[in-house]
């Protein structure tokens, strides 16, 4: 839904689903990320009318925004940019110049508006920074190619370019990673291994574990409009040592308690 957000799609989705499951009663279903709540909640009643929902991986902001049925219950993960921006600082303490990095689509926007606020906010007066949010794919590496070393770069996401054309955000991760002259961060736990540095970040295992044990609830009896939201409180400060030796940081810069 993320990389086809047209509603002609959307519809032959549920289509699909409603023909697939005609004969099936689900007991719960699971939603996972910000486009898959709206497409439910439309269709709903062609999938699974009246079946207890737990949403995933959803900041809390969010989750109050949808003002959702009493049914509906989520994980919250509530991503802290200034954190990763606090990690980017203590690897780079020279660092004068942010980079922020996202696409164009609508969960795009989503991200880079929220993260706009958090570095606003966060940022002191010696880190300018830079919006790259209407760049062409083959653009943005040019353009990273070319950046100082004093440069923070933080990686939102990335489903679509300037020209609508449609990408996985980790793969364009690890090709910005791969292209720049100047370190990359991320606040995504897929990000790791891809070239980027770290971030600060739940791993989307303790989501999922804390996702089944709401589920497991739900099987179990409980009435979902009892299951208030849950927070998954385990983020930490996470960094893949190969970039750190790429860009020669040293392990004894970062905040205790590192992974």
């Given at each position: 839904?993320?990389?086809?957000?047209?509603?002609?799609?959307?519809?032959?989705?549920?289509?699909?689903?409603?023909?697939?499951?005609?004969?099936?009663?689900?007991?719960?279903v699971?939603?996972i990320?910000?486009?898959?709540?709206?497409?439910?909640?439309?269709?709903?009643?062609?999938?699974a009318?009246?079946?207890?929902?737990?949403?995933?991986?959803?900041?809390?902001?969010?989750?109050?925004?949808?003002?959702?049925?009493?049914?509906?219950?989520?994980?919250?993960?509530?991503?802290k940019?200034?954190?990763?921006?606090?990690?980017a600082?203590?690897?780079?303490?020279?660092?004068?110049?942010?980079?922020?990095?996202?696409?164009?689509s609508?969960?795009?926007?989503?991200?880079?508006?929220?993260?706009?606020?958090?570095?606003?906010?966060?940022?002191?007066?010696?880190?300018?920074?830079?919006?790259w949010?209407?760049?062409t794919y083959?653009g943005?590496?040019?353009?990273?190619?070319k950046?100082?070393?004093?440069?923070?770069?933080?990686?939102?996401?990335?489903?679509?370019?300037?020209?609508?054309?449609?990408?996985?955000?980790?793969?364009?991760?690890?090709?910005?990673?791969k292209?720049?002259?100047?370190?990359?961060?991320?606040?995504?736990?897929?990000?790791?291994?891809?070239?980027?540095v770290?971030?600060?970040?739940?791993?989307?295992?303790?989501i999922?574990?804390?996702?089944?044990?709401?589920?497991?609830?739900?099987?179990?009896?409980?009435?979902?409009?009892?299951?208030?939201?849950r927070?998954n409180?385990?983020p930490?400060?996470?960094?893949?040592?190969?970039?750190?030796?790429?860009?020669e940081?040293?392990?004894?810069?970062?905040?205790?308690?590192?992974?």
């Amino acid at each position: 839904l993320a990389r086809r957000p047209d509603e002609a799609h959307a519809l032959r989705t549920a289509k699909f689903l409603q023909e697939k499951y005609a004969n099936t009663r689900f007991d719960a279903v699971v939603v996972i990320g910000i486009p898959g709540m709206p497409f439910l909640l439309t269709y709903r009643d062609l999938i699974a009318p009246g079946v207890p929902v737990v949403w995933s991986d959803v900041t809390q902001a969010t989750f109050d925004a949808m003002k959702l049925p009493a049914d509906v219950t989520a994980v919250i993960n509530d991503y802290k940019p200034e954190r990763t921006i606090e990690l980017a600082e203590r690897l780079q303490p020279d660092a004068r110049r942010l980079v922020v990095i996202g696409g164009t689509s609508g969960v795009d926007r989503r991200w880079w508006q929220n993260a706009r606020k958090a570095v606003e906010a966060h940022n002191s007066s010696k880190l300018e920074a830079e919006y790259w949010f209407d760049r062409t794919y083959s653009g943005l590496l040019e353009d990273a190619s070319k950046l100082p070393l004093d440069t923070i770069v933080l990686f939102l996401t990335f489903f679509a370019d300037s020209e609508d054309k449609r990408f996985i955000p980790r793969d364009v991760a690890g090709a910005v990673a791969k292209a720049s002259v100047a370190p990359v961060y991320g606040f995504f736990d897929t990000y790791l291994g891809t070239g980027v540095v770290g971030g600060f970040f739940e791993t989307y295992q303790s989501i999922g574990t804390t996702t089944a044990g709401l589920v497991l609830q739900i099987l179990s009896g409980a009435d979902v409009k009892k299951l208030a939201a849950r927070d998954n409180l385990r983020p930490a400060f996470r960094v893949d040592a190969r970039a750190m030796e790429r860009w020669e940081k040293k392990k004894k810069n970062l905040p205790p308690g590192s992974t």
